[in-house]
């Protein structure tokens, strides 16, 4: 969400979002916490598969290999929480106050640009991300089976579960510890 900030303030959107004043991230995270998730998971679909018509990332990302990441991330964060809020996870600050954010798991294209997210699976309450991870990844695979060559991870997905659900897939990982 940060990053799309930057973009608008930096005019990258202009051709996109037409306002003179550009949305900032805990507006774009509100907007999009308030939306039909399956209906921004279609739409995020065709753009992914207008992107793979168009050979995009016809030479690759990297090197000539399509590289994808995936991380967790909390798209959204309130002090004051709607219902639906009071499912997501929740921290005191050192001001004492409490706070909830949505944690999720994204993959999206590192290296040359357009970097697309691929897809997003929120972190159901008692899930490890490892674990949507491991849902992302399987969905990313239903929906394009040839969507990367190699996934990046942090030290966290240093784990067999994960490791051998990406070579299931015939894919490579790289994991940075």
């Given at each position: 969400m940060y990053q799309l900030e930057r973009m608008g303030k930096n005019g990258e959107l202009d051709g996109a979002v037409r306002f003179r004043k550009k949305p900032s991230a805990d507006t774009i995270g509100y907007a999009l916490c308030h939306r039909d998730l399956r209906a921004l998971m279609a739409y995020n679909a065709e753009i992914i598969q207008k992107a793979r018509r168009n050979k995009v990332h016809s030479n690759g990302t990297i090197c000539g290999w399509r590289v994808c990441a995936v991380d967790g991330t909390e798209p959204h964060q309130t002090k004051r929480p709607c219902k639906k809020a009071l499912a997501w996870a929740k921290r005191r600050r050192s001001n004492g106050e409490e706070e909830y954010y949505e944690r999720a798991v994204a993959i999206s294209y590192i290296g040359q640009e357009p970097r697309l997210v691929i897809t997003m699976m929120r972190i159901m309450p008692g899930e490890s991300e490892v674990e949507a991870a491991l849902r992302a990844i399987h969905h990313a695979y239903q929906q394009?089976?040839?969507?990367?060559?190699?996934?990046?991870?942090?030290?966290?997905?240093?784990?067999?579960?994960?490791?051998?659900?990406?070579?299931?897939?015939?894919?490579?990982?790289?994991?940075?510890?």
């Open positions: 394009n089976w040839r969507y990367c060559d190699i996934i990046c991870a942090d030290a966290l997905y240093a784990q067999a579960p994960f490791i051998n659900a990406v070579v299931d897939q015939n894919k490579d990982v790289v994991v940075k510890v």
